[in-house]
């Protein structure tokens, strides 16, 4: 069982910045893979970015260059670093996991992006 918390979203004009953080209740050195993926209303949900144990990283094309994950084993926390924002990355943000062949969602933060 993986309890995962996520935090930092918030409203941000077009070309901001927000940083948003992720708590797992287990160690991240156990997860095959850890990362983010969003959701906007009326739109399926759909993957951000992720990490994998062998350090392969994906990045969704939307957000290469922009967006930047990262994680803090010692803390047991993955990040997701969003600059450059755009109104069409306004979602509501949540970090997933899979431990042990389960999946593992967190609450969801919401992210606004608008002026």
């Known amino acids: 069982q993986v309890q995962l918390v996520e935090s930092g979203g918030g409203l941000v004009q077009p070309g901001g910045s927000l940083r948003l953080s992720c708590k797992s209740s287990r160690n991240l050195s156990d997860m095959y893979n850890v990362g983010w993926h969003r959701q906007a209303p009326g739109k399926a949900r759909e993957l951000v970015a992720r990490?994998?144990?062998?350090?392969?990283?994906n990045y969704a094309d939307s957000v290469k260059g922009r967006f930047t994950i990262s994680s803090n084993n010692t803390k047991n926390m993955v990040f997701l670093q969003m600059d450059s924002l755009k109104a069409e990355d306004t979602a509501v943000y949540y970090c997933?996991?899979?431990?042990?062949?389960?999946?593992?969602w967190g609450q969801g933060t919401q992210v606004t992006v608008s002026s």
């Open positions: 990490v994998f144990s062998a350090g392969l990283i």
């Open positions: 997933r996991a899979y431990f042990y062949g389960s999946e593992y």
